[in-house]
């Protein structure tokens, strides 16, 4: 894979859907700016339902919005924009993240900026990046319940009391047991999230791996691990164990015999600024190279 190479773009800009934080009210005036600035070019916004009976609009369901727009907007933080990836993975379609959250890792388009960057959409000044997603399998008689993540899937002891005791496989094969408070299955984007805060390493969010981090393991031996996409790990535990997809999904696996994880068959498109430099995103967020 370049990681260099750039060059898909938008081959036509005619609606737009609008997803944003939800129940914040104050985000009004950035959408009215995204409206007025993609109006000037003859383009339609389409806000979700759930946005806009926030923010005083009237919306469309989630589905159409996704079925009828060239591009999806988040306006938030991370958590809003990785939602709305999940949300819209089998419309396939490229999402710009308009920072008005947090952190930020992901939204690095700022809220002053948001005219600024349309007027560039429209004369090509973007690029578009693929993120890798995982394909999660859940296996529970005889039926298989897919879901698709971002970041990353964990597995949690699901009490304080308890330790999980998972036993993990790659293609099938039993190679671990990770024994402590669980497991992070990460994508390179994710690796700055829960598994950076595990101990686990950070690693360019345009490489293709399987980063699978212990969270505080009962043996010091046990330590993070990058695999190539072409594995698919496979993990059984006991009902005591949770599975958290994305920090938004949560499962028992009381009735679930295994979860699987692959890397998914397409992956999710973000759009960008051509400014946008992920190393420096890494030294202001994580105060990198400070003395």
Request: glycine share 8%; net charge negative.
């Amino acid at each position: 894979m370049k990681i260099t190479n750039h060059t898909q773009k938008l081959t036509t800009i005619t609606t737009v859907g609008l997803v944003s934080k939800p129940n914040d009210n104050t985000l009004v005036s950035y959408v009215q700016e995204i409206e007025m600035a993609l109006r000037k070019h003859g383009v339609k916004l389409l806000i979700e339902e759930k946005s806009a009976q926030c923010l005083g609009y009237a919306g469309v369901s989630f589905e159409q919005m996704c079925a009828q727009s060239d591009f999806l907007i988040s306006l938030g933080g991370d958590g809003t924009l990785i939602s709305l990836c999940r949300r819209s993975f089998m419309f396939h379609k490229p999402v710009l993240g308009i920072h008005a959250g947090q952190l930020g890792f992901l939204t690095d388009i700022q809220t002053d900026e948001i005219s600024h960057f349309i007027e560039d959409l429209f004369v090509g000044n973007y690029r578009i990046d693929t993120r890798m997603m995982l394909e999660v399998s859940l296996h529970r008689n005889d039926k298989i319940e897919k879901v698709v993540a971002f970041n990353d899937i964990v597995l949690s002891r699901s009490k304080i009391s308890h330790m999980s005791n998972i036993k993990a496989y790659v293609d099938g094969q039993h190679f671990n047991a990770y024994y402590g408070d669980g497991l992070i299955v990460s994508t390179p984007t994710g690796s700055t999230a829960y598994n950076l805060s595990a101990g686990g390493p950070v690693v360019f969010p345009l490489t293709e791996a399987l980063i699978l981090t212990p969270i505080c393991p009962h043996s010091l031996t046990q330590r993070p691990l990058v695999l190539p996409v072409d594995f698919e790990v496979s993990f059984e535990s006991d009902g005591d164990t949770m599975i958290i997809v994305d920090g938004q999904d949560t499962y028992s696996m009381h009735d679930i015999d295994l979860v699987s994880v692959r890397i998914a068959a397409k992956g999710a498109a973000l759009i960008h600024s051509l400014d946008r430099d992920y190393f420096e995103i890494l030294k202001k967020k994580l105060h990198w190279g400070n003395v």
